[in-house]
């Protein structure tokens, strides 16, 4: 039951139970999370865009900087919402203030990828982000304990804000540059605020909430490239051609699914609360930042997919192996980056340690080979019946849960980002 069902319009905003059981993703939640997709399909349709005209330099700068701030804005209320969600009437509206911003930063991709004109972004950017300062400053007013903290998200937050809007009047050398300083300003809020005091979360509720934008991140790139796939058909173009784009691409993608979520989300959970007993600022910001390169290379893969078609089609300026990296680099990066987050939640030994690495390598391989998305797909089909080999090993090898060391049921604290 929610905080307005049970408590009226306005209710207190203190700090959710950090053990709380079946703490799960709102339908709110779900709503912000659709909706920022809208800001990641387009930042990915740029990207195929400046690709397949063969603007290496606009593709490789626009498209991490116009998903930096997606990812961030995003990441900002994931786990200030985890600490503090109480659902009432204010709350949602504040919400849905945040969505509204994502929609107009969405609407300004395209002009930040082709004129380098951030005033769109910006403005919705800062729209985001004073609707989160309110929420600050509310959950300081009824959380005393956690007010010096939140005092500092709130006036850091704020004064980045700042930053932004004076980026639009300066040069554009001086701009460039600025976009960097407001970046590691940005980044560095949350280690600032967290040191005076750490912020309660939920870790079941933080790995769900994870989880399930990286799915509709997938999503997008599924949508793009079935699309894409769909206009080459109409075309009238060789099917055996389009074929092996689409089989790879199906295979690619349901890999990736299945490498991310290979540990259940129930024992990653358990992973995150008995960690962040001891380690939690490192633990989480681990977490949160290191899930950058996992949902701007998900995406980028879609654009990858996208021009693999136009290069069967005669649509696309960039050939030879730099058409075939644009797979093949965000897979890696993909790949490379789970591995990363989880090496810890595996069985220790070479195959478990070694595997991903290996793949990764062999994917890149690929770029030079005629079809690399098959390839790849292949490769990555291999992955995954490896991995299921070696967890059904490894768990036959484990002893019965009955001897397993029991797992604390402490609550934790731990960083908002």
């Not at 290379?297 to 879609?302: E, Y």
């Amino acid at each position: 039951m929610s905080s307005v069902e049970s408590s009226g319009w306005r209710v207190p905003m203190v700090a959710r139970d950090t053990g709380q059981e079946h703490r799960s993703s709102t339908p709110l939640e779900l709503l912000f999370d659709l909706c920022f997709v809208v800001a990641v399909a387009q930042a990915a349709s740029r990207l195929h865009h400046a690709l397949a005209e063969n603007h290496l330099a606009e593709a490789l700068i626009g498209y991490p900087m116009v998903f930096f701030a997606i990812w961030w804005a995003w990441m900002n209320f994931t786990w200030f919402a985890s600490a503090y969600d109480t659902d009432d009437v204010p709350y949602r509206l504040a919400v849905l203030v945040q969505i509204a911003g994502a929609l107009i930063l969405a609407a300004g991709v395209e002009r930040a990828f082709d004129d380098r004109n951030f005033a769109v972004m910006t403005i919705g950017y800062v729209v985001m982000r004073t609707a989160l300062i309110a929420l600050w400053v509310r959950a300081g007013r009824a959380n005393p304990e956690a007010r010096p903290a939140t005092i500092r998200y709130a006036v850091g937050v704020a004064a980045c804000q700042v930053g932004w809007l004076v980026l639009l009047v300066l040069p554009e050398g001086l701009a460039a540059a600025g976009f960097v300083v407001g970046v590691v300003a940005e980044l560095l809020v949350p280690v600032w605020a967290e040191r005076v005091c750490p912020t309660s979360w939920h870790p079941g509720h933080i790995t769900e909430r994870y989880g399930l934008f990286t799915l509709i991140v997938l999503g997008e790139s599924v949508l793009a490239a079935t699309t894409s796939v769909s206009d080459g058909l109409d075309a009238h173009e060789p099917l055996a051609g389009i074929g092996t784009i689409a089989g790879g691409g199906v295979l690619i993608i349901f890999a990736m699914w299945w490498l991310y979520f290979d540990q259940p989300t129930d024992e990653r959970a358990d992973r995150a609360r008995r960690e962040a007993e001891e380690e939690s600022t490192r633990t989480a910001f681990a977490w949160g930042y290191g899930h950058y390169p996992v949902f701007a290379s998900a995406a980028a893969l879609g654009a990858g997919l996208e021009l693999a078609v136009d290069r069967a089609t005669d649509h696309s300026a960039l050939t030879g192996p730099f058409a075939s990296a644009t797979v093949t680099i965000p897979v890696a990066v993909f790949l490379l980056s789970v591995w990363l987050l989880h090496r810890d939640e595996k069985a220790h030994g070479f195959l478990r340690t070694a595997t991903i690495p290996i793949a990764v390598v062999l994917v890149l391989a690929t770029t030079w080979l005629g079809q690399p998305v098959l390839a790849t797909g292949i490769l990555l089909a291999g992955l995954v019946t490896v991995s299921v080999v070696i967890g059904h090993h490894v768990a036959g090898a484990e002893p019965a849960p009955a001897e397993r060391p029991p797992t604390s049921d402490t609550t934790t604290t731990g960083p908002v980002a």
